[in-house]
């Protein structure tokens, strides 16, 4: 049961703690929420009475349906505050609460802008770019991904201030420019439950909230208010020297070599010359030092730089192209990194890591 991920550890208000059930008809609408995030969805369920809306401890429910084999399960009302849950062979009885005591649950209202987007784009896009986002007290906007929907494209964007990330897709457009924040959170949890066999989510938002649907399931959240930094301008477009490299030799090197780095710092140190990459740490307070030659495409001055290895290691990480392209200006300026296979077209996806000076 997907929604029961919207179930908060530590509730603000016990009734939180349980599942809304709302039977109208053959359908049952099953709600969870945390007050920030609300999952919904529904099911066909047979041999209904009658109509009714109740709340059900979500944990003894869960718990008791991990245990059950996969099988019909019979709920229904014995008094005031208790169900029963019948299977085969058992039965459970549990409280419930009044529903009226669960909050009400606010959506989007008539000025909401309305997107269509391809469910496994907008799974991939979250995925690139979700481990970029910040924790930042001070700068809440940098704590979740900028949707940045435009006439002819959308571009995901998250950014700590020491890389950033940008995934664009022509898949989604809209008649208008918008854009809303989304939390990191809902983002993880929206992209862990939307499955495989999904072709579409629609999106909805206004000024406050944004809905998410998709295959009788609603993802509601409320939006990070603020202004997201402009990240267009800080994407390098003239980066002359450019290196091309396997991503996973690449990825394997920096790992082996940031073991020597210093931990305060885990700065690594990229020494460029003509289709040559040696990549150096070390840390003269434990006498530590490892450096290693690298096959590569480099075309360009020669150059010295440092990275943060965590950081590096990251982005290397959660890209899954064959061969990708690092485009350098100086040893002071930010370094672009794009999949080889899209260089040539609109670059679907980039980062952009920032270099740190050597001590």
Not at 89 to 99: D, E, K, M, R, V
Not at 105 to 116: F, L, Q, S
Not at 270 to 287: K, P, T, V, W, Y
Not at 308 to 334: H, P, Q, W, Y
Request: aromatic fraction near 8%.
């Amino acid at each position: 049961m997907a929604v029961v991920k919207a179930i908060p550890s530590k509730p603000v208000d016990a009734i939180l703690e349980n599942f809304l059930f709302d039977l109208v008809g053959s359908r049952l609408e099953i709600t969870a929420s945390d007050s920030e995030l609300t999952l919904k969805t529904s099911l066909d369920v047979e041999g209904q009475t009658e109509d009714g809306r109740i709340a059900v401890p979500a944990k003894h429910l869960i718990d008791l349906l991990k245990e059950l084999p996969d099988q019909p399960l019979t709920i229904k009302t014995v008094n005031d505050n208790a169900i029963e849950c019948h299977w085969a062979g058992g039965q459970s009885t549990l409280p419930y609460f009044p529903a009226e005591d669960y909050p009400e649950i606010i959506t989007t209202d008539e000025t909401a802008v309305k997107v269509t987007f391809p469910a496994q784009a907008l799974v991939e896009g979250i995925s690139s770019t979700i481990y970029a986002t910040a924790d930042d007290e001070i700068r809440p906007t940098m704590n979740g991904i900028f949707f940045d929907i435009d006439t002819e494209s959308t571009t995901l964007v998250a950014s700590d201030d020491h890389k950033l990330i940008c995934y664009t897709t022509s898949d989604v457009e809209s008649a208008q420019k918008a854009s809303f924040i989304l939390h990191k959170k809902p983002a993880a949890v929206l992209k862990s439950i939307v499955g495989k066999d999904v072709e579409t989510v629609e999106i909805s938002f206004d000024s406050k909230n944004v809905v998410f649907s998709f295959a009788g399931t609603l993802v509601i959240c409320r939006q990070i208010v603020g202004r997201y930094p402009k990240y267009r301008e800080v994407i390098p477009q003239n980066n002359a020297n450019t290196l091309k490299i396997d991503r996973v030799m690449f990825l394997n090197t920096v790992r082996r070599i940031a073991v020597c780095s210093n931990k305060a710092s885990n700065q690594i140190k990229f020494d460029l010359r003509e289709n040559s990459l040696e990549i150096s740490a070390q840390d003269l307070g434990f006498s530590l030092a490892a450096y290693e030659k690298v096959a590569c495409q480099y075309d360009g001055d020669e150059l010295t730089i440092g990275f943060k290895s965590t950081f590096l290691i990251e982005i290397l990480n959660n890209m899954t192209c064959g061969e990708l392209v690092m485009k350098f200006a100086d040893s002071k300026r930010a370094a672009l990194i794009v999949p080889a296979e899209d260089e040539a077209e609109s670059e679907k996806l980039c980062g952009i890591i920032m270099p740190i000076m050597f001590s």
